[in-house]
């Protein structure tokens, strides 16, 4: 059984620079699957690729169960939607909504129709005859949509598409792109760099940094399980402590924290020794001294829903921790002795 | 957005297979009817004369030696140094910075003007100076020589407002093929001055003001320098036309104003033609713009690494 | 005192005027004389269109009109084959990745523009002597031809630098074959740089006299080679009436040049 894209050992090299190391993931049918990575990890290449822009060093593209890695672009079953939409200015909304319809052979008639379909689906049905020019860059956003759903692609690539919109409608087109995907049942490849991004919409997550896949997994399982100090890194906010791990026994890790205080939490890493622990600041709480580790506050920074929190550990170490700005919040002032209370799962011990 | 190169070989790349076949054309037009006629007048330039015009092939240093070596009216004196050709060179030099400088001095002023006007008027004034730089440099010369000749409408006018009692004798002298060839090439000078005065950053003239510059020292100590590849674009376009420049010496000045162009031309006409001589102060003239030009390039390459 | 902008210098805005006055005068005296009725080029006899009418129907007539058939039909084929030649040169240069001699290539296509033009002339009219080509109509039309390549390349070259390569992505994305991504996308955005560049040799052409003077041959006449021979001998009004038709000719292209580079701005997707 494959997916809908199977990337076999992928790699791609451009004269001296490795853009990608001999990937491999499967992608499956019906899935709204992130390529996530800061930039020039490989993320676009990879989706290039699968479009047929490039074509692979080394390695084998399926597509369903087909290698396409020597078709030309206009020969695969996939359409993207490009990150700054790249509607063709010389043509109406409508005739770039149009394009692929009537180069695959479609008669005008129906092509027109679909397209008009197309357009209702994303509300902007009275803009045909515009020049996409003429559109805000939401409205180009969708048209750019229409256009690559248009010819009913088995696989839908997106390239960064949310990157040029303001924040507010950022958030919007997120719940609408996933709706689509839900509502069409194909599959979407989607790249960004946004985390944000990454853990609202997909299914499933690919990170990647320098040309690897570093972790795949549920949005879940890559926040609350990064395998390494990048993944956790990049994830959302954490604090890192470099510590000394006295020993790892079934996947539980026994930590010395900067201070002397021991704790034992998960490990991704089977080796005991120097390492980095993750520990999410929202998954610790402010306890009276006594119960255990202790810190001093150095700082309060107000965000309107939470509240940061900067401590040092009596061992030296600074951390932050985040606490919700409710009504019965009591805010301790810098200089304050607190303890600190690590909740479940937050700690983790990470491989490099 | 990415710039290129970054983000590059997408669609960047879509005309690979067929390169060579593109570029064809070009590498035969240009490669057959251009480079190697050069390197053919390079040759010609070795060649011993015949007396109808036309070469005979056999190597001479012959036209170089007319150039550069007086032996006297009968050849049999001691070699010296030949200044009548060196002189026309010298004198084309001349004129052709003269007119250079002129018309920065008039040019950059109104790039400039121009490139500070509001964007409506920006374009009005913008096609006002793009009108003469396609009208036929045939006919602007022209019509100077009309306007300053002896009695033409300049002295006419001049002579009825009382400024001058007789008429100015303009026509065929130095001062007219100067006029000419400023006035042949003054467009060329304001355009690439205004396509970098329209890229500089104005806030940096404030920032300027700001620590106390006054309006001139700013234009010495800020815009000059940044605006500088323009500048120096402008007047290699005014001076490489103007030192070869055939039409403003001919039309406007006398026998007297002789300039390479003219020299050159000379020893192509059929009776007295001299043609390896001629392909000689070709190859001088050609030489030293190409070396101008190589200059120019070195400098633009090494100010883009800055 | 006021205070100034600091894009205000004092006297800019005169030597501005000075310099149009300038440009202008000249040809603008010519025109205004074209239009005397006096034989005499130096005294105004009143409004008349008599020496248009010379042009068209004076003894010099013949000559000038074989010389405008033969400037306009060079001009046409020489910016036409050009501006092709010159058009896949830049897709070579632009969309064929980095290769081997490209740099080289560059310096070739803008030879013409470094040569200064009576070199060109010389060494043109020394080819086609030696390889004993008739000089002539095809001497010059490949002249011309040679000549205004990177006058046709510049613009074209400038507008597809501009347009970004995912359009033709995009294309070949939603199942166009290459060739239906170059007529159908590319070239369209690059029409009016094609446009512009065409015009410019056209004009480029239209204009030339020191190479064709030297390879026209006997017998032979462009326009402007007609009329210097013809002002060698003293300006006639007739040439003011043809100057000063050529100079409308200039101005209408000018314009439309104008007109297509302001419609096309938009190109690139950011």
């Given at each position: 059984?494959?997916?809908?894209?199977?990337?076999?050992?992928?790699?791609?090299?451009?004269?001296?620079?490795?853009?990608?190391?001999?990937?491999?993931?499967?992608?499956?049918?019906?899935?709204?699957?992130?390529?996530?990575?800061?930039?020039?990890?490989?993320?676009?290449?990879?989706?290039?690729?699968?479009?047929?822009?490039?074509?692979?060093?080394?390695?084998?593209?399926?597509?369903?169960?087909?290698?396409?890695?020597?078709?030309?672009?206009?020969?695969?079953?996939?359409?993207?939607?490009?990150?700054?939409?790249?509607?063709?200015?010389?043509?109406?909304?409508?005739?770039?909504?149009?394009?692929?319809?009537?180069?695959?052979?479609?008669?005008?008639?129906?092509?027109?129709?679909?397209?008009?379909?197309?357009?209702?689906?994303?509300?902007?049905?009275?803009?045909?005859?515009?020049?996409?020019?003429?559109?805000?860059?939401?409205?180009?956003?969708?048209?750019?949509?229409?256009?690559?759903?248009?010819?009913?692609?088995?696989?839908?690539?997106?390239?960064?598409?949310?990157?040029?919109?303001?924040?507010?409608?950022?958030?919007?087109?997120?719940?609408?792109?996933?709706?689509?995907?839900?509502?069409?049942?194909?599959?979407?490849?989607?790249?960004?760099?946004?985390?944000?991004?990454?853990?609202?919409?997909?299914?499933?997550?690919?990170?990647?940094?320098?040309?690897?896949?570093?972790?795949?997994?549920?949005?879940?399982?890559?926040?609350?399980?990064?395998?390494?100090?990048?993944?956790?890194?990049?994830?959302?906010?954490?604090?890192?402590?470099?510590?000394?791990?006295?020993?790892?026994?079934?996947?539980?890790?026994?930590?010395?924290?900067?201070?002397?205080?021991?704790?034992?939490?998960?490990?991704?890493?089977?080796?005991?020794?120097?390492?980095?622990?993750?520990?999410?600041?929202?998954?610790?709480?402010?306890?009276?001294?006594?119960?255990?580790?202790?810190?001093?506050?150095?700082?309060?920074?107000?965000?309107?829903?939470?509240?940061?929190?900067?401590?040092?550990?009596?061992?030296?170490?600074?951390?932050?921790?985040?606490?919700?700005?409710?009504?019965?919040?009591?805010?301790?002032?810098?200089?304050?002795?607190?303890?600190?209370?690590?909740?479940?799962?937050?700690?983790?011990?990470?491989?490099? | 957005?990415?710039?290129?190169?970054?983000?590059?070989?997408?669609?960047?790349?879509?005309?690979?297979?067929?390169?060579?076949?593109?570029?064809?054309?070009?590498?035969?037009?240009?490669?057959?009817?251009?480079?190697?006629?050069?390197?053919?007048?390079?040759?010609?330039?070795?060649?011993?004369?015949?007396?109808?015009?036309?070469?005979?092939?056999?190597?001479?240093?012959?036209?170089?030696?007319?150039?550069?070596?007086?032996?006297?009216?009968?050849?049999?004196?001691?070699?010296?140094?030949?200044?009548?050709?060196?002189?026309?060179?010298?004198?084309?030099?001349?004129q052709a910075?003269v007119a250079t400088a002129l018309c920065l001095a008039i040019g950059?002023?109104?790039?400039?003007?121009?490139?500070?006007?509001?964007?409506?008027?920006?374009?009005?004034?913008?096609?006002?100076?793009?009108?003469?730089?396609?009208?036929?440099?045939?006919?602007?010369?022209?019509?100077l020589?009309?306007?300053?000749?002896?009695?033409?409408?300049?002295?006419?006018?001049?002579?009825?407002?009382?400024?001058?009692?007789?008429?100015?004798?303009?026509?065929?002298?130095?001062f007219?093929v100067q006029l000419g060839l400023f006035y042949s090439y003054l467009?060329?000078m304001?355009?690439?001055?205004?396509?970098?005065?329209?890229?500089?950053?104005?806030?940096?003239?404030?920032?300027?003001?700001?620590?106390?510059?006054?309006?001139?020292?700013?234009?010495?100590?800020?815009?000059?320098?940044?605006?500088?590849?323009?500048?120096?674009?402008?007047?290699?376009?005014v001076?490489?036309?103007s030192?070869?420049?055939?039409?403003a010496?001919?039309?406007?000045?006398?026998?007297?104003?002789?300039?390479?162009?003219?020299?050159?031309?000379?020893?192509?006409?059929?009776?007295?033609?001299?043609?390896?001589?001629?392909?000689?102060?070709?190859?001088?003239?050609?030489?030293?713009?190409?070396?101008?030009?190589?200059?120019?390039?070195?400098?633009?390459?090494?100010?883009?690494?800055? | 005192?006021?205070?100034?902008?600091?894009?205000?210098?004092?006297?800019?805005?005169?030597?501005?005027?000075?310099?149009?006055?300038i440009l202008?005068?000249?040809?603008?005296?010519?025109?205004?004389?074209?239009?005397?009725?006096?034989?005499?080029?130096?005294?105004?006899?009143?409004?008349?269109?008599?020496?248009?009418?010379?042009?068209?129907?004076?003894?010099?007539?013949?000559?000038?009109?074989?010389?405008?058939?033969?400037?306009?039909?060079?001009?046409?084929?020489?910016?036409?084959?050009?501006?092709?030649?010159?058009?896949?040169?830049?897709?070579?240069?632009?969309?064929?990745?980095?290769?081997?001699?490209?740099?080289?290539?560059?310096?070739?296509?803008?030879?013409?523009?470094?040569?200064?033009?009576?070199?060109?002339?010389?060494?043109?009219?020394?080819?086609?002597?030696?390889?004993?080509?008739?000089?002539?109509?095809?001497?010059?039309?490949?002249?011309?031809?040679?000549?205004?390549?990177?006058?046709?390349?510049?613009?074209?070259?400038?507008?597809?630098?501009?347009?970004?390569?995912?359009?033709?992505?995009?294309?070949?994305?939603?199942?166009?074959?290459?060739?239906?991504?170059?007529?159908?996308?590319?070239?369209?955005?690059?029409?009016?740089?094609?446009?512009?560049?065409?015009?410019?040799?056209?004009?480029?052409?239209?204009?030339?006299?020191?190479?064709?003077?030297?390879?026209?041959?006997?017998?032979?006449?462009?326009?402007?080679?007609?009329?210097?021979?013809?002002?060698?001998?003293?300006?006639?009004?007739?040439?003011?009436?043809?100057?000063?038709?050529?100079?409308?000719?200039?101005?209408?292209?000018?314009?439309?040049?104008?007109?297509?580079?302001?419609?096309?701005?938009?190109?690139?997707?950011?």
């Amino acid at each position: 059984m494959s997916g809908a894209v199977d990337i076999r050992g992928v790699a791609k090299v451009f004269g001296t620079f490795t853009a990608l190391q001999r990937v491999s993931l499967s992608i499956e049918d019906n899935e709204f699957f992130t390529l996530l990575g800061p930039s020039g990890c490989g993320k676009t290449t990879l989706l290039r690729l699968i479009a047929g822009f490039e074509t692979v060093t080394e390695g084998e593209i399926l597509l369903f169960g087909q290698n396409i890695a020597n078709l030309e672009p206009n020969q695969r079953p996939v359409n993207t939607v490009f990150q700054q939409y790249a509607l063709f200015p010389h043509m109406s909304v409508l005739e770039n909504v149009a394009f692929g319809l009537k180069m695959k052979g479609m008669d005008a008639p129906s092509r027109t129709k679909r397209a008009g379909e197309m357009l209702e689906m994303v509300h902007l049905s009275d803009f045909a005859n515009r020049a996409p020019a003429q559109l805000s860059g939401g409205q180009q956003q969708r048209v750019a949509l229409a256009r690559a759903l248009a010819p009913q692609p088995k696989v839908l690539l997106l390239d960064e598409p949310l990157s040029a919109l303001d924040l507010k409608l950022r958030q919007a087109m997120r719940l609408e792109l996933k709706q689509l995907q839900q509502d069409t049942g194909i599959t979407f490849i989607f790249v960004t760099h946004d985390q944000e991004e990454a853990l609202t919409m997909s299914n499933r997550i690919a990170v990647m940094r320098a040309g690897q896949v570093q972790q795949i997994g549920t949005p879940r399982e890559i926040y609350e399980a990064p395998v390494n100090r990048f993944v956790a890194d990049f994830i959302g906010e954490t604090n890192l402590l470099e510590v000394d791990v006295a020993a790892i026994v079934d996947g539980q890790a026994q930590v010395v924290l900067p201070g002397g205080f021991q704790i034992t939490c998960p490990s991704a890493t089977a080796e005991a020794g120097r390492h980095h622990l993750s520990i999410r600041p929202e998954r610790m709480t402010l306890v009276p001294v006594g119960s255990g580790l202790e810190a001093t506050v150095q700082n309060i920074v107000y965000l309107g829903t939470d509240l940061q929190v900067m401590v040092r550990l009596d061992g030296g170490a600074d951390m932050q921790l985040r606490i919700q700005n409710a009504a019965r919040v009591q805010v301790p002032a810098p200089g304050t002795r607190v303890g600190l209370h690590l909740e479940e799962g937050a700690a983790r011990l990470l491989a490099d | 957005m990415a710039g290129p190169g970054t983000n590059a070989p997408q669609g960047e790349a879509s005309f690979r297979n067929i390169r060579v076949q593109l570029l064809l054309p070009t590498w035969a037009m240009i490669g057959i009817f251009l480079l190697l006629p050069v390197l053919l007048m390079a040759v010609y330039s070795f060649l011993t004369k015949e007396m109808r015009g036309g070469v005979i092939w056999e190597f001479s240093l012959a036209a170089y030696d007319q150039f550069f070596v007086n032996r006297g009216l009968f050849g049999d004196e001691p070699a010296t140094l030949e200044w009548t050709y060196i002189a026309v060179f010298w004198r084309s030099i001349v004129q052709a910075l003269v007119a250079t400088a002129l018309c920065l001095a008039i040019g950059f002023p109104t790039a400039w003007f121009i490139a500070t006007r509001p964007v409506a008027t920006r374009g009005v004034w913008l096609f006002l100076i793009t009108v003469p730089y396609w009208v036929n440099l045939l006919i602007r010369t022209v019509s100077l020589r009309f306007l300053i000749r002896e009695n033409g409408p300049l002295n006419e006018g001049l002579l009825a407002l009382g400024v001058i009692s007789e008429p100015l004798a303009m026509i065929n002298t130095n001062f007219a093929v100067q006029l000419g060839l400023f006035y042949s090439y003054l467009p060329f000078m304001v355009l690439p001055i205004y396509a970098a005065v329209e890229r500089y950053n104005f806030a940096l003239s404030e920032a300027a003001a700001d620590l106390y510059a006054s309006r001139w020292t700013t234009l010495r100590e800020i815009v000059l320098p940044i605006v500088k590849p323009g500048i120096i674009a402008g007047c290699l376009l005014v001076f490489v036309p103007s030192l070869g420049a055939f039409l403003a010496p001919n039309l406007l000045g006398g026998a007297k104003n002789f300039m390479i162009g003219s020299l050159i031309e000379e020893q192509f006409k059929k009776s007295l033609g001299n043609w390896p001589f001629g392909a000689a102060v070709s190859m001088i003239l050609m030489s030293l713009v190409l070396i101008l030009l190589l200059l120019y390039a070195r400098n633009a390459s090494k100010s883009e690494v800055r | 005192m006021a205070l100034r902008s600091v894009r205000h210098y004092p006297g800019f805005a005169g030597v501005a005027v000075l310099c149009l006055t300038i440009l202008y005068v000249p040809l603008i005296v010519v025109m205004i004389y074209s239009f005397n009725a006096s034989t005499s080029i130096t005294n105004w006899g009143g409004f008349s269109l008599r020496w248009y009418g010379e042009v068209f129907t004076g003894p010099d007539a013949p000559r000038f009109k074989a010389a405008a058939w033969n400037s306009l039909t060079i001009a046409v084929l020489a910016s036409g084959i050009s501006t092709v030649i010159a058009t896949a040169a830049a897709l070579a240069m632009l969309r064929a990745g980095a290769f081997r001699g490209r740099s080289l290539t560059f310096a070739l296509i803008n030879l013409p523009l470094m040569v200064p033009e009576i070199v060109i002339a010389v060494s043109t009219l020394i080819f086609f002597t030696m390889i004993s080509f008739q000089t002539g109509y095809l001497t010059i039309l490949i002249a011309h031809i040679t000549f205004c390549i990177p006058f046709a390349y510049l613009p074209i070259a400038a507008r597809l630098q501009g347009i970004d390569g995912s359009y033709e992505a995009a294309a070949r994305d939603l199942y166009a074959t290459r060739a239906q991504a170059f007529f159908l996308v590319l070239l369209p955005l690059m029409a009016p740089g094609v446009i512009s560049g065409a015009l410019l040799a056209f004009i480029i052409s239209l204009d030339d006299f020191i190479i064709t003077n030297f390879v026209k041959g006997a017998g032979m006449e462009t326009l402007p080679t007609a009329i210097y021979g013809s002002v060698k001998q003293g300006i006639k009004p007739g040439i003011m009436a043809i100057s000063t038709m050529m100079l409308a000719v200039s101005i209408l292209f000018v314009t439309l040049s104008y007109l297509i580079n302001r419609k096309g701005r938009p190109v690139t997707s950011g």
